[in-house]
T-cell receptor, first 111, second 115 residues
Framework: KQEVTQIPAALSVPEGENLVLNCSFT??????LQWFRQDPGKGLTSLLL?????REQTSGRLNASLDKSSGRSTLYIAASQPGDSATYLC??????????FGKGTRLHILP | NAGVTQTPKFQVLKTGQSMTLQCAQD?????MSWYRQDPGMGLRLIHY???????DQGEVPNGYNVSRSTTEDFPLRLLSAAPSQTSVYFC??????????????FGDGTRLSIL
């Protein structure tokens, strides 16, 4: 059974710092891994999708990496801003077509 | 494009009542799925579908039914609502993952309270 773990559960950092969010998964039989952002009371916004054959994806200040063999992904946020404050969710799409989410990391950027 | 549309946005039910949460997408996506989100629990997959006429169970399917008669629509039915089903429900769609690098598109959610 696929299990997805996100560490840390919560993180507070001063504005301008670079930071890394971690996601680990137990079953490497995946199609892809996705990172989402969720603001309080809102839906999910897709940030980055990494296919199982890829090592990383970049979008602006965000960079996501995938090491399928070790079951790990990281989301790197450069030069953090207060507007980056949100919950970040990691999800894997298994080869049995089931999507499994981690519980998320609540990020607070201090002005 | 409307994307993924969920209705209603809010609903209050009494224990034992039944209701259907609607989900529609206009992107011709084959893959559709339903999740519930509870505090501190992330999102948990309830049911999913890889095309019209095909549905399967996710992590927490008990108490919920689905059907997929068209590509566009994927309704979620609560047959006899229980307080444990109080949650925020999200629907999502995407192309089939084995053929696409497109992400999941999520609706805005339905906030459901069971009294």
């Amino acid at each position: 059974k696929q299990e997805v773990t996100q560490i840390p559960a919560a993180l507070s950092v001063p504005e301008g710092e670079n930071l890394v969010l971690n996601c680990s998964f137990t079953d490497s039989a995946i199609y892809n891994l996705q990172w989402f952002r969720q603001d309080p009371g809102k839906g999910l916004t897709s940030l980055l999708l990494i296919q199982s054959s890829q090592r990383e994806q970049t979008s602006g200040r965000l960079n996501a990496s995938l090491d399928k063999s070790s079951g790990r992904s990281t989301l790197y946020i450069a030069a953090s801003q207060p507007g980056d404050s949100a919950t970040y969710l990691c999800a894997v799409m298994n080869r049995d077509d089931k999507i499994i989410f981690g519980k998320g990391t609540r990020l607070h950027i201090l002005p | 494009n409307a994307g993924v549309t969920q209705t209603p946005k809010f609903q209050v039910l009494k224990t034992g009542q039944s209701m259907t949460l609607q989900c529609a997408q206009d992107m011709n996506h084959e893959y559709m799925s339903w999740y519930r989100q509870d505090p501190g629990m992330g999102l948990r997959l309830i049911h999913y579908s890889v095309g019209a006429g095909i549905t399967d169970q996710g992590e927490v399917p008990n108490g919920y039914n689905v059907s997929r008669s068209t590509t566009e629509d994927f309704p979620l039915r609560l047959l006899s609502a229980a307080p444990s089903q109080t949650s925020v429900y999200f629907c999502a769609s995407s192309p089939l993952p084995e053929y696409s690098n497109q992400p999941q598109h999520f609706g805005d959610g339905t906030r459901l309270s069971i009294l």
